[in-house]
């Protein structure tokens, strides 16, 4: 069946810097989603991407979806104490089961 | 809001017993998803529902069963409960036809935690 991997499992940095989270699936998908957990929360979607090689930025998160559509990346740029939660991907598969699989998300904690 | 249901927030129960969690799905999605999420781990995937049929299965253990109702709510079952069968468990609606097309963005319950005691 469909996999979805995510690296790393878990992320910390300190604030102000970088962070990038890696998504990569076993088939090719017809589209990739991006969601955060908050702390105690559950988890919220955060974007769709669907177009082969397709960027989206939201303010500080750059979402990047690869040419053959089977991986993603996840990059936030100078993190804020705000930004910790886990993110996960997921994805669609092209088949017509549309079946949504979640990646296993990495836990991003910012150190003040 | 996201509009997905879950009863109960909270149980707690003893080891051997049976419980049943339910989801309200968000109106109009097709598709339910179960979800377990044991402490700082990721999300597990148990069951997937699309309009009443068993979709996909990952890895639910056979004490664990599920169904997804006419109305589109579905109802979690574990039995025989273990100490480590405590988690929270998530439910999640998807899939639902808008203007453009399908619309498969996954909006999730708050979830119920369960504690095994």
């Known amino acids: 069946g469909q996999q979805v991997m995510q690296i790393p499992q878990y992320q910390h940095v300190q604030e102000g810097e970088d962070f990038t989270t890696y998504c990569n699936s076993s088939?090719?998908?017809?589209?990739i989603q991006w969601y955060k957990q908050r702390p105690g929360g559950h988890p919220v979607f955060l974007i769709q991407?669907?177009?082969?090689?397709e960027v989206k930025k939201q303010k500080r998160l750059t979402f990047q979806f690869g040419e053959a559509k089977k991986n993603s990346s996840l990059h936030i740029t100078a993190t804020q104490t705000t930004d910790v939660g886990t993110y996960f991907c997921?994805?669609?598969?092209?088949?017509?089961?549309?079946?949504?699989?979640f990646g296993s998300g990495t836990q991003l904690t910012v150190l003040p | 809001d996201s509009g997905v249901t879950q009863t109960p927030k909270h149980l707690i129960t003893a080891t051997g017993q049976r419980v049943t969690l339910r989801c309200s799905p968000r109106?109009?999605?097709?598709?339910v998803y179960w979800y377990q999420q044991s402490l700082d781990q990721g999300l597990q995937f148990l069951i997937h529902?699309?309009?009443?049929?068993?979709?996909a299965k990952g890895n639910i253990l056979e004490r664990f069963s599920a169904q997804q109702f006419p109305d589109l709510h579905s109802e979690l079952n574990l039995s025989s409960l273990e100490l480590g069968d405590s988690a929270l468990y998530f439910c999640?609606?998807?899939?639902?036809?808008?203007?453009?097309?399908?619309?498969?963005?996954?909006?999730f319950g708050q979830g119920t935690r369960l504690t095994v005691v």
């Open positions: 999640a609606s998807s899939l639902r036809l808008e203007g453009r097309g399908l619309n498969t963005e996954a909006f």
């Open positions: 088939t090719t998908l017809s589209n």
């Open positions: 991407l669907v177009k082969s090689g």
């Open positions: 997921a994805g669609i598969s092209s088949g017509s089961a549309r079946q949504l699989t």
């Open positions: 109106s109009g999605d097709l598709s």
């Open positions: 529902y699309y309009n009443g049929e068993e979709r």
